[in-house]
């Protein structure tokens, strides 16, 4: 039993014999997650750590961690590990850290005045960021220079950037703006009526792309659709073009006349008709009247006015070099023929060029053969035709002398 009013003394730990004291290993390693670009600021060993604490807990110097990088390759962008680990007397400690890398190369481009300016992503050439396959669109992109003072002809500066995790990747590349050549040189056309139709490429003399070369005409839009070919006059045929953002529209045009004859019937002596007396209509695309400009030749060189028969013509018209052509055909008849009124009502349209006759045009001259061919003069006509034909130069002349 304990006196209380016995004086008591405390004993300290260095007093107590063979008493054991336990204390707790604090050694720990913080790894430190980094972010990285290809071609960017290679990183060290020790910004993967952190912090470092010993036994104790105090913070020592990151050095003395070991730091792994052997399996890092610098020039592929991934998602790497990085080892660490800290040996301290009695216990090792380990973490791991993350390294996360990712790529950006540029390129220039090159564009033609009047094509919109290209976005970020055109600058692109490769862009590679794990984990995020439509990291292209995310790159952003400044021009040096404002963009309202862009002019064809000149290089501007342009900075491409994109950012992971804080970290920016960057390339400055060049777009340059050259001037936009496309040309249309038109070419207008002439032909008749129920002549050949024009092919849409004649219609265009050289076409030039962007770049100023020569391609061919058939790249161009040619719209036909305002052209009426079986009538006479000057319709407009519109070219287009298209090339890298310039568009270009010119007009051509295509002129149609028009050529229609007149048959020819004359009496011996009446005279060879003029090539007016053929033409039953020659009008130019303007509706001009050009029967002066019809050229008439027989398609037999021993035609004669002189002597009954039926003789082939070749009856034409120029316009702008193209050459409408018609086939009358003029008879001769004998003297004994000749009628009472005006030979112009012996005259039988032919219609135009490459155009039947009509129904009443063809009853028409029906109607006329047959009168000429069944009447007794016309008898009498044909059997002195007969004859003529088989007298010599100088009997025929005794014959129609004695004949009067």
């Not at 249309?184 to 002549?195: E, L, S």
């Not at 079986?230 to 006349?257: C, L, M, Q, W």
């Not at 219609?351 to 006759?357: A, C, D, K, V």
């Amino acid at each position: 039993m304990i006196d209380p009013h016995q004086k008591q003394t405390e004993q300290t730990d260095a007093e107590l014999p063979n008493q054991l004291r336990v204390i707790t290993n604090q050694a720990t390693v913080i790894a430190n997650d980094q972010t990285s670009y290809v071609g960017g600021p290679r990183l060290t060993k020790t910004s993967f750590v952190k912090a470092v604490f010993d036994a104790t807990g105090q913070a020592i110097d990151p050095k003395q961690v070991s730091v792994d990088l052997s399996n890092i390759n610098w020039a592929r962008p991934d998602d790497y590990r990085v080892n660490l680990r800290y040996a301290n007397p009695g216990k090792t400690v380990s973490a791991t850290a993350h390294l996360h890398l990712f790529s950006l190369n540029g390129r220039d481009v090159t564009i033609h005045a009047g094509e919109p300016l290209p976005v970020s992503s055109e600058f692109v050439s490769e862009l590679v960021d794990p984990g995020h396959p439509d990291a292209r669109q995310n790159a952003q992109l400044v021009f040096d220079e404002p963009v309202a003072s862009f002019q064809p002809g000149h290089r501007y500066g342009a900075m491409l950037t994109y950012t992971v995790n804080g970290i920016t990747a960057a390339a400055h590349q060049v777009l340059q703006i050259l001037p936009n050549l496309v040309s249309i040189i038109t070419a207008n056309q002439t032909t008749y009526v129920n002549g050949p139709k024009t092919n849409s490429e004649r219609f265009i003399r050289t076409l030039c792309d962007a770049d100023g070369r020569l391609i061919p005409a058939e790249k161009a839009v040619v719209d036909m659709s305002a052209v009426v070919w079986n009538r006479a006059g000057r319709y407009p045929v519109e070219i287009s073009y298209t090339d890298h953002g310039k568009s270009i529209h010119r007009t051509a045009y295509e002129n149609i006349f028009e050529l229609a004859a007149h048959n020819q019937i004359v009496v011996v002596g009446d005279g060879d008709p003029i090539p007016a007396r053929y033409v039953a209509l020659a009008r130019d695309h303007y509706g001009r009247d050009r029967t002066r400009w019809t050229a008439m030749t027989y398609l037999d060189p021993s035609a004669n006015h002189q002597l009954p028969g039926t003789y082939d013509v070749r009856l034409s018209l120029e316009v702008n070099g193209s050459v409408a052509t018609v086939h009358p055909t003029l008879q001769v008849l004998p003297e004994i023929l000749r009628p009472l009124n005006s030979t112009a009502a012996w005259t039988m349209p032919v219609g135009r060029h490459g155009e039947p006759l009509t129904e009443t045009q063809i009853l028409a001259a029906q109607s006329l053969r047959h009168s000429l061919r069944h009447t007794s003069e016309s008898r009498v006509a044909n059997n002195a035709a007969k004859t003529a034909d088989k007298l010599t130069w100088w009997q025929r002349i005794f014959h129609w002398v004695k004949k009067g």
